[in-house]
């Protein structure tokens, strides 16, 4: 899979996040024919509602990609390799928070990671970008910026939170471990009957169960026990 992300001249400031290897860079509305080959790919979606992600044309990624978007705290990044171009432009700046300007274009668009909406963290990595770290290198920087831009409760504005939460199917061992290298704590198993087609058949006809996971913020004194499943 290759794509290049380059930036419409009408998104201006697009927010980028840059580690070694990747940009993590805002996602736009215009992002749909990158994202289609992660949210049509069996693998990549096996573990997610396939009524709520897969997608088989550009039309549909579209209606994905729109629907996330318009979520009141929707906070979502597209993650992608860095050009050669890119690495020379973006040198000396791991970590911080910077514009893309028209020129500049990611190699490979591997995934998509954030929030649909704050403070539930979720991924989706194309498969040919497995057992590389490129998922927890993502994870990692994107949960750094996190904190940035989620204002702490004892600021006293809106939309604030001390913590984030993400979950993953309970036999999704690569996921689980991912978010364990990356901080978060795990807090229990949530068991669910699958009788919905839509889901793949993985779960078809079957019984999934969720481990829930949840992080705090660095510094704050956060009851991670007294944050209930669902909550946010």
Known sequence: MSSSLRREPNQSD?????????????????????????????????WLSLSAGLRRTVEEAEDWLHERLARPRNDSFLVGLISAAG????????????????????????????CSSIPRIGYI??????????????????MDSYWGRVPSVSSGKAGSFDYA?????AENLPSRRLLEKCGFVFQYIVGERINDESYGDFFKGGFREDAFYLIARPGADVDLAGIPYGHS
Do not use: N, W
């Open 165 to 169: 939460r993400a979950e993953t199917a």
């Open 125 to 142: 990595f194309h498969p040919d970008y497995y057992g590389k770290g490129y998922a927890t290198e993502a994870l990692q920087a994107y």
């Open 87 to 114: 690495a020379a432009t973006l040198h000396g700046q791991v970590g911080k928070e910077l514009k893309l300007t028209e020129r500049e274009t990611l190699d490979e668009a591997i995934g998509v990671i954030g």
């Open 14 to 46: 697009l927010q980028i996040i840059k580690t070694k290897r990747l940009v993590l860079r805002r996602a736009c509305p215009t992002d749909a024919e990158y994202l289609l080959p992660i949210l049509s790919h069996p693998e990549a979606m096996q």
